[in-house]
């Protein structure tokens, strides 16, 4: 039909941190549907080497780590000539918008982060003003590509509230310079708990490995660690109050097998939690199973990599420094003497 412009596919981004290897956490909680999102809307996708720097990192490991992410984000199934793929660091206009964002965002708003209350505790010897100011620098991740819609665990929801007040704080002043996004949160799996301790995230900076599942674990070491994960003392595989361990693994069961609470909790009637414990691993195995053959084809290759990566780094680059600039001119930077 003649002047009626098409609807604008809606634009999805959201990044994971190079922090470690990432877990069935981060996966059931953000991969996996990155996937499924990438297939509808447009994408960007990146690695958030920047963010890992609030954490102390070895040289070598880092950029191992760095290599390891970027491959998985390709395993996971994202198509880079579909949706962006990139590295955050080799965009630099990441660092400049936050540096920007960091003058429209108050001490009082950062302070209440409970990301930064935590990750300071757990890091009291380094606590920077990178690790205080780290939810600027997610938000100019998220405003520079005008994302509509972004997928992240539940332990992020703070964060993304907070790019949302500061868009719409720089739009009240400025005009419409950025897209207010929304959090996309899964009903399943959003928080995935430590097997070792179940009141815990499963986190891959655990400093203790049998707390989480690697994805790149191989199937022995993942039944290991489902065999001894902590349960209770009733052996009774249904859903209860108090019941964290059992909880979760019921959570995660139901996410890679597709089966509800009450289905799950029908079939294992009668059964230990032996049982029930292998038929998890059992289902994470297969779960993780394509997503770790092609990681290791795509390790195995570092040219393809780099190419992709440098490639995915332009065209970020390009998207992303329409929003800079436009952002930097409503402020009043000069942009030329005349
Ligand atoms: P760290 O554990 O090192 O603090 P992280 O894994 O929490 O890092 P990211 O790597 O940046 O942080 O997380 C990437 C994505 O995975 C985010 O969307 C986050 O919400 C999600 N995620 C992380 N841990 C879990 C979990 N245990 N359950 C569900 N989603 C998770
Ligand atoms: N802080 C996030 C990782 C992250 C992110 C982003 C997520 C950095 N930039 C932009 C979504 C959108 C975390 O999960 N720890």
New binding site residues.
Partial sequence: MENQTPERKKKIL????S??I??L??Y???LKNWNLLAQEFDGAFAV?DL?AITVRQNPAEFRQHTKEVFALLLAIGLDPEKSVVFIQSQVPQHAQLAWVLSCYTQFGEMSRMTQFKDKSASHADNVNVGLFTYPVLMAADILLYQADLV??????KQHLEIARDIASRFNGIYGNVFTIPDAYIPKQ?????SLADPTK?????DPNPKGYISIFDKPDVIMKKFKSAVTDSEAHVAVGEGKDGVNNLIGIYSCCTGLTAEQIEHDFEGKGYGDFKAAVGEAVIEQLRPVREKYELLMADGAYLNDVAKKGAQTASHIAERTLSKAMKKVGFLQEIK
Avoid: E, F, W, Y
């Fill in positions: 959201s990044c994971i941190q922090s470690g990432p877990t956490g981060n059931l909680g953000a958030a963010h997928p992240v665990g539940a332990d992020q799996g959003a928080r995935i708990m995230k499963m986190s891959k900076s």
